[in-house]
């Protein structure tokens, strides 16, 4: 048992001042650990934070560059653009109330809608000299780098909200889900170069194997951007649709499909749908897989009224896949994925022979934005 | 297309920096004790030897994460390439992407059999650099 007078021995071992030092050196660490542990592995949070705070304000900054320097250099303004641009990073869309559900696909569609033209008519104003190619990738353009502000702001205002605060749950939260919040950020950021070079992108895998499967054949506008073509294809009518390329766009995939389906008064044998679809780690980019259901990604407003449609007529509905992961969809189409899309036309042209009868008709709808992408 | 700039990432503060000279200096001091001991023949040189090394490496990586006030941020974007056929004779020419290519664009006439050229492909080309995992395949 140790006595009350050897304590001090016990606690402070050694002979010289040196060991003296040291344990004092170790006790005192040891009772700062104890009591400020966690602030100070919250401090290594918020340092960890700052320097990715850092890296977005760059790439934030560097995304409003490229977009005013594209302006600048297709639109030909006569004023500088960067006082619309900023005001364009800045816009809100506020989304309808859902309190009341019945209703609300056809008030997000308006507000989207409405959202998109004045997107659209605001690219104008910035670029007077822009056609409508460069009109779609200058709007774009310009989302991708709002998308890149909005990230940022958000990430900052939890890194000074934690700040303030001093709490470690506000900040772990935030840091937890940093590397995805940064390779997302990463992604919009090759989105943006892309899109102000008018280069095909991982999304607009299924738009290619349309314009593949209508190229050569007559074409026709049908709804809102989006173009169709009566193409025979193993001895079936096939009604190939997509957006209107090459210009960046998405199109009403869904409306097309109904006014096709409306148009055939229903005799419709089989609806396919090829997509890019968001890969799991471990999955191979530029898989190809098939699947059944409506493969369109968005809102849902188009998905809405496709599957409304093929219930009213009964109409199966076939998907094929192209798997891919979030950077590789909003960047410049990677050689896996295009080649891949020829893989995706021989699945569509077997799926057509195996589920349907010679003399039928069916819908083929390329799904995805088709910048870059003719037809 | 590459764009480099530099940002000014972190500042420490002198209270910091007095801890890390004192944690310097006392390791060297350790490590001069533990010296000392070796010249006596004292099995206690190890304690003061693996104290002094320890405190060493850390104030010294701290000191270095001072120095390292710049830091530089890259947007590197890829080579993106063309492919232009000729869908009579298959001719192949691949190039660089210039503004206003796009897939299925028709270009000009065919140097070998005056048909018409056309865009059959545009990509990036992606050197993985991560292993892939080839055990749960």
């Known amino acids: 048992m140790i006595q009350l007078e050897t304590l001090p021995a ?22 700062v650990f104890v009591f400020y542990g966690q602030r100070i592995q919250m401090y290594i949070m918020v340092r960890e934070i700052q320097g990715s705070l850092l890296r977005l304000k760059y790439i934030r900054d560097e995304g409003r560059k490229i977009a005013i320097a594209t302006i ?13 641009v900023n005001q364009f990073l800045e816009y809100i869309t506020i ?17 989207l809608d409405v959202r998109e033209n004045r997107f659209k008519d605001e690219v104008k104003l910035m670029a007077p000299a822009a056609d409508k190619t460069d009109i779609n990738n200058l709007e774009n353009t310009l989302e991708a780098a709002a998308a890149l502000n909005l990230i940022y702001k958000v990430i900052r205002h939890f890194y000074i909200l934690g700040k303030k605060t001093l709490s470690l749950y506000i900040i772990m939260q935030i840091q937890m889900i940093l590397p995805l919040i940064m390779r997302e950020a990463e992604a919009y950021a090759s989105a943006l170069k892309a899109f102000s070079y008018g280069q095909p992108i991982g999304d607009g895998a299924g738009a290619l194997v349309a314009a593949k499967l209508m190229h050569g054949h007559r ?4 709804e809102k951007d989006c173009v169709v073509a009566k193409v025979p294809l193993e001895s079936r009518t096939a009604y190939v649709i997509k957006a209107e390329g090459p210009g960046g766009n998405v199109g009403k995939p869904g409306e097309a499909i109904k006014r096709v389906v409306e148009e055939n008064k229903g005799k419709i044998s089989t609806i396919i749908m090829i997509d890019a679809q ?7 980019p530029g898989e190809v897989v098939e699947g059944v259901g ?58 057509i022979k195996e589920k349907t009868k010679e003399g039928d008709t069916v819908i083929i709808a390329g799904i995805g934005n088709s910048i870059g992408v003719g037809q | 297309m590459r764009k480099a ?24 001091a350790a490590l001069y004790q533990a010296y000392e001991l070796f010249v006596l023949n004292d099995p206690n040189m190890g304690y003061y030897l693996l104290i002094g090394i320890i405190g060493l490496a850390l104030s010294t990586y701290m000191l270095f994460q001072t120095r390292r006030q710049i830091r530089k941020f890259t947007l590197k974007s890829p080579p993106i390439v063309t492919t232009i056929i000729c869908p009579e004779c298959n ?10 290519d796009y897939i299925l664009k028709e270009l000009g006439q065919c140097t070998k059999c005056k048909g018409k050229m056309m865009i059959s492909a545009i990509y990036r080309e992606v050197k993985e650099k991560v292993k892939e995992e080839k055990v749960f395949t």
Not at chain 1, 14 to 27: C, M, N, P
Not at chain 1, 72 to 84: L, S
Not at chain 2, 5 to 17: H, K
Request: aromatic residues 8%; proline residues 6%.
């Open chain 1, 10 to 31: 016990a606690l402070f071992p050694g002979q010289d001042s040196l060991s003296w030092i040291f344990q004092v050196i170790f006790t005192l660490l040891f009772i």
């Open chain 1, 72 to 84: 600048k250099e297709i639109g030909k303004p006569e004023a500088d653009p960067a006082e619309r």
């Open chain 1, 95 to 111: 989304p309808p109330e859902s309190m009341d559900p019945a209703g609300v696909v056809w008030k997000l569609e308006h507000i």
């Open chain 1, 219 to 222: 074409k026709r506008k049908i």
């Open chain 1, 278 to 284: 968001l890969k799991l780690e471990g999955e191979k």
């Open chain 1, 294 to 351: 409506a493969a369109i990604g968005g809102p849902g407003i188009e998905q809405y009224k496709i599957e409304d449609s093929i219930l009213k007529y009964k109409i199966p509905i076939n998907a094929v896949a192209i798997k891919e992961d979030i950077g590789d969809a909003v960047s410049p189409m990677r050689k896996e994925i295009f080649d891949a899309t020829e893989v995706a036309v021989g699945l569509v042209k077997r799926a």
């Open chain 2, 5 to 28: 700039a530099e940002v000014s990432t972190r500042r420490f503060s002198s209270i910091i920096l007095i801890v890390i000279i004192v944690v310097l200096a006392l390791s060297l």
């Open chain 2, 91 to 100: 001719f192949k020419n691949i190039r660089n992407f210039e503004r206003g």
